[in-house]
């Protein structure tokens, strides 16, 4: 069955970085879009960053852009999440999910995820503080 497995995360100073890794098992990237999401208690979860299968279009949201960036691997199954000059307002829990099939055609697919997607991994906690 489709799993997801996140790693990577851990307690970096304001400024520095970090790199999430997120193993998947039965899902073809090539086929299947995938992104990573964040959670603070209390809050919403909100998209941090989403890669589309299709065409390889990355979207961010507006606080990350410029700092983050995603890539994967198709071959080994990896998708990461390099996160460059970190902000304390970066402190959360990060997940990786899985969108469903066709769920990509929408252009907004990243930013309102909800109900599109088909399987969350479990999360890896990322603190960022001085």
């Known amino acids: 069955q489709v799993q997801l497995v996140e790693s990577g995360g851990g307690l970096a100073q304001p400024g520095g970085s970090l790199r999430l890794s997120c193993t998947v098992s039965?899902?073809?990237?090539?086929?299947?879009?995938i992104g990573w999401f964040r959670q603070v208690p209390g809050k919403e979860r909100e998209e941090v960053s989403c890669i589309s299968s299709i065409d390889g279009t990355t979207y961010y949201r507006d606080s990350v852009k410029g700092r983050f960036t995603i890539s994967k691997d198709n071959v080994r199954k990896v998708v990461y999440l390099q996160m460059d000059n970190l902000k304390p307002e970066d402190t959360a829990v990060y997940y990786c999910?899985?969108?469903?099939?066709?769920?990509?055609?929408?252009?907004?697919?990243?930013?309102?995820?909800?109900?599109?997607?088909?399987?969350w991994g479990k999360g890896t906690l990322v603190t960022v503080s001085s």
């Open positions: 999910a899985t969108f469903h099939a066709g769920a990509e055609y929408r252009s907004d697919f990243c930013a309102n995820f909800d109900g599109y997607i088909h399987h």
């Open positions: 039965y899902v073809n990237l090539d086929y299947y879009g």
